[in-house]
Structures are given as structure tokens and as C-alpha cells.
């Protein structure tokens, strides 16, 4: 069974296209006051999404550039992109074919538009009524007056006004500083830290140089100079000195100088006369000198001077205490490098003597003419070992183990070399030496024999303690 083969007809005619929607009517005042809110809302009215998006993109990017530079360019940008979308929002409602009254939508843009630029007036006000607070804290001195006022800035303001609130920032960066500042001066001032003042003293200077810090640069200096005097004179003087040598600046640091000036004087004896308590001779004379030599004119130049005397004669005394302590015979110690001590006693008659050296005939002089302790000397006396001095007589002996050896043996004082300083001045004084008499040639002579020995040889007289005493006499002026 066949069929007919299938033949297709001809296609349906297209349907008719649905005409273009016309767009909706829109309000040039609602879409104008919908884009002064910086939010695009004009462009929502249009159903211009992308252009909304752009708008509402440009004005955060714009915001946060004025917020995060705080340049007054960023605030013309945005200004000028404010009036560049109210105008191309009439400007697109306007090419509309058809423009309607839209009563709510007006009221609407118009209550948000308000909003906006009433919050922005506002926000600007109150900033520039904050930094006015923060300029008159700063212009007072107070530091902590003015980080309070910067602190009530919030992001609102950095968004309205980030270049009124920006110098504020500046003020309390600067004031953290100078609390570090302080900080550093009163560590100074406890420790006596001439490093730190040094550090505090930058870190002012630093400061100094941002114009308008002078007030609250001088209230962190005026609290340093009114800890001065510290309760440590030495501390004191080590600080006032470095403030009297720190040099002219010609800026507010420059106030330093009267109140170390009168402070300085006081602290250097103060601190001299502690030192003398510690046996610190060499520095307590220093800083009477300093006082002589820079204050002249004080009142305490009397004491210091006095100060001075009696330093000097603890450092001489100590000197000599050494030279003494280092003497182990004529040779060495005092004996070999003299000193002056100018606290001694006069050498006159009646005097003491320190002796020093070889004490075999110096040790059996009278308690009265010795002394053992320098600051009660008048003399120092080095002797030497002893050697033979004038001959007084030559006697034979014979010997008991052999009749063949006669000997002579010659008797001779006692030659003591001196070296004689007096102690005021350091000088070396006659005599040289001293002889020692007594007597001579007894009946018998004893000494210790050895083989072969060919006799005693030559011998010291034999001497007393008188003897010793009219041979020293002339030496100690007794």
C-alpha cells in the first residue's frame, strides 16, 4: 500500500514585533534633587541602574580620598561631582518625551537631599568649633586640653571636613612627643642623667620646629625647671651644667638658662661638701673650682674657696698617705719621689718626724720625736743602711788560736745616710747624713770565726741610745 508523499505548506507569517515601551514619565526636580543626595537616587528614578552604581561609586571613592589625604582638592572634586550629577539628572530628565509632576517623589529626594547636605553643613561646623578648642588648648599650653577636644572628632567629620580636623591630628602627635618628652626630663632629673636631658632636650627641639608649639613646648619645660633644685646636689649640679653649656638656642629652650643659673651655686658647694664626706677629694675640689671660676661674685665664693683649701689638702695628705704606704727602703716609695703635704706642721724645734728606710739606730730615738701618721709630721727622714763613718782609733788584737795572727782592727762611728724632706713643701733639707759615736776598742773582742779567717776587720764603734739621740738631734731640731 502506497501513500502520497508529504509536501510542507508554506510558513506562518512572523508575528508582529510588540512596539518599543514607552519610558515612563520622570520629574527633572526629583531626579536633580534625587542626585544631590551624592547617592545616584536621580539615576534609580530613570532606571539608569549603571549610572546610579557609577554615581554612588565615585562619590565613596572621592569621600574616602578627602577623608584618608585631607587635601582641600579631594573637597573641590567632590563638590564639583555634587553639581556635575544634579545637573546631568535635570539634564536626562529634561530629553525625556514625556515629564510628569511627581509631588511624593519630590518631597522624598527632596527631605534626603536636605538631609545630606544639612549633616555634611553641620558636621563641618562642629569641626571647625573642635579645632578652635584645639588651637586655644595648644595656644594655652595644654596639652591635655587639646588630645581631649581632638578626640571628640569622629568619622563624621573626617568625612565632611578632613582637612579642618586634619592640623588637630598634628597637635596631638606633637603632644604625645612632648609627653615622652617629660617623661624622658623627669627621669633626668631623678637620676641626675645628663643623657637624658639630652634626649628630652631633642626631642623639645624637635617639636619646636612644627610652628605653634611654643606654649606647650614651654609648659613641658617650665615642669622640668621647677623640679630644680633636686634633692640630690650633685644630680643638680651635673644637670644646671649642662644646661649653662647647651649654648643659645634663640627659641623658648633658651629659658633654661636663668633658672640653672640660680640654681647652679648652691648645688656645687651642696655637692662639694658631699663629696668631701665620701673622700671624693679630687672631685669635690672640681666643682668648688667651677663655682669660683664661673660664679665669681656669689655669695658661696667664700666657702668654696675654703672647699678648695681643704680638698686639696685631703688629696695631698692622701698622696703622701700612699707614697709612705709604698716605701720599703731609702730607695723606693717617698723616699725615691717626695710630696708635699702644705697641711703639715712647720718644721721648727720641737717638730715630728716620719722615718722611713732603715730603722736599726731610728727606732731607738724617743717616742716624742716619731711619729707614725703623715698628717702630724713635719719631717720625713729616709735612712739608709749603715756604713762607716770617721775613724776614732785602731786597736790590736791577738788572736786566741794562734799567736802568729795579730790583727788591727779600726773602729769607726756610724755613718747613717739621710734623706731629710720637710713635708710643708716637698723640699729635701740637710744634712745628708749623721754619725753615730761611742765607744771603741774594748778588751776583748768577740765575733764569729770561720776556717782560714784572717780576723773581725774593721768594726762600728759601740753606740747608746744617748749617742743616738745627740747624733739625730740636729736633724729634729731638738
Known sequence: MTYPAYEPGPPPPPEPAEP????????????????????????????????????ALGTAVL???????????????LLLWWAAGIAHGWFLARRRPERAVRRGQRAGTLGLALAVVLTAVLLRVDAYGVENRVTEAREGGDCEAAVAAQGEVGWGHRLAAAPVVEPGDAVVTACHRLDGAAAVLARAARRGSTEDLGRGFGTLAGVLVEPGNERTVGTVLDAFLDGLPTDDSCDTAALTAWLRDRGPTHDVLDRSAGPAARTEPAAL??????LMTEDAWQQARTHYQRLLDTYPDDARAGKARDGVREATLAIELDHVRGLVDNTHGADSGYCSKPAKYSGAPPYRKGTRALFLGDSEYTGRLPGSWRTGDPARAALVVCAGAAENGAAVQTCSYENDTSKYLPHQVTFYKVKIPLKVYELRTGKRLDPRSVQIGGGSCPSVLRYEYYMYDLGPGDQFVSTTKSGVREAFRPVVRR
Open 20 to 55: 518599543p515601551r514607552p519610558a515612563a514619565p520622570a520629574d527633572p526636580w526629583a531626579v536633580a534633587l534625587g542626585n544631590a543626595t551624592l547617592l545616584g537616587i536621580g539615576y534609580l528614578l530613570l532606571r539608569r541602574w549603571r549610572l546610579a552604581a557609577t554615581a
Open 63 to 77: 569621600l574616602d580620598l578627602t577623608a584618608s589625604t585631607a587635601r582641600s582638592r579631594y573637597e573641590i572634586l
Open 269 to 274: 658647694v651642696g655637692c662639694g661638701d658631699h
